[in-house]
């Protein structure tokens, strides 16, 4: 019964665990596309900003001057939009220098941002025929197996510990 049970855990685990690189695989696709959309945007403003004859500090520095508190406001929201750009165009860098351990190393960084949220609400499985998905999928098996297997005999040891003092389970 603990074989079955244990490779029942193996299995599940192996399953769940072989889409991690199908996950990180759509997360570094969202993660390349925001990105692109906020080099867009900063570029535009770096270059709206030259055709006026100023630097980026200078062009927010005009916004922040405005008595209007749109402008002003404004200022801030590019303000934040580039250290967006710069806090994302960093992760990507290194989430595509990660191999597949790297990967399991820096996993939190895969659950922890608003693109992670997003990917998992729109996360489509896939079948694991990477040799990345299949290195996943042996490791979850092994330690589905390992933990199935030692939580089975755990929770059977007070009956095992009763029975042998009862005398039952004695041919």
């Given at each position: 019964?603990?074989?079955?049970?244990?490779?029942?855990?193996?299995?599940?685990?192996?399953?769940?665990?072989?889409?991690?690189?199908?996950?990180?695989?759509?997360?570094?696709?969202?993660?390349?596309?925001?990105?692109?959309?906020?080099?867009?945007?900063?570029?535009?403003?770096?270059?709206?900003?030259?055709?006026?004859?100023?630097?980026?500090?200078?062009?927010?520095?005009?916004?922040?001057?405005?008595?209007?508190?749109?402008?002003?406001?404004?200022?801030?929201?590019?303000?934040?939009?580039?250290?967006?750009?710069?806090?994302?165009?960093?992760?990507?860098?290194?989430?595509?220098?990660?191999?597949?351990?790297?990967r399991l190393?820096?996993v939190d960084?895969?659950?922890?941002?608003?693109?992670?949220?997003?990917?998992?609400?729109?996360?489509?499985?896939?079948?694991?025929?990477?040799e990345e998905?299949?290195?996943?999928?042996?490791?979850?098996?092994?330690?589905?197996?390992?933990?199935?297997?030692?939580?089975?005999?755990?929770?059977?040891?007070?009956?095992?510990?009763?029975?042998?003092?009862?005398?039952?389970?004695?041919?």
């Amino acid at each position: 019964m603990r074989r079955s049970l244990g490779l029942l855990g193996g299995l599940v685990l192996g399953l769940a665990a072989s889409q991690f690189p199908e996950y990180a695989q759509q997360y570094t696709q969202r993660l390349g596309g925001a990105v692109d959309e906020l080099r867009a945007i900063t570029t535009g403003f770096d270059s709206a900003a030259a055709a006026a004859g100023l630097t980026r500090q200078q062009a927010i520095a005009h916004y922040n001057a405005s008595p209007d508190s749109f402008l002003e406001g404004q200022g801030g929201s590019m303000v934040a939009t580039f250290a967006r750009y710069d806090q994302l165009s960093a992760m990507l860098a290194e989430v595509k220098g990660d191999g597949p351990i790297d990967r399991l190393r820096h996993v939190d960084d895969y659950f922890d941002t608003d693109i992670a949220r997003r990917t998992i609400d729109n996360f489509k499985p896939a079948l694991p025929v990477t040799e990345e998905g299949l290195l996943y999928a042996l490791a979850g098996l092994i330690v589905g197996y390992i933990l199935t297997s030692a939580l089975y005999s755990l929770l059977m040891l007070p009956f095992r510990l009763l029975f042998g003092r009862l005398g039952w389970g004695r041919a």
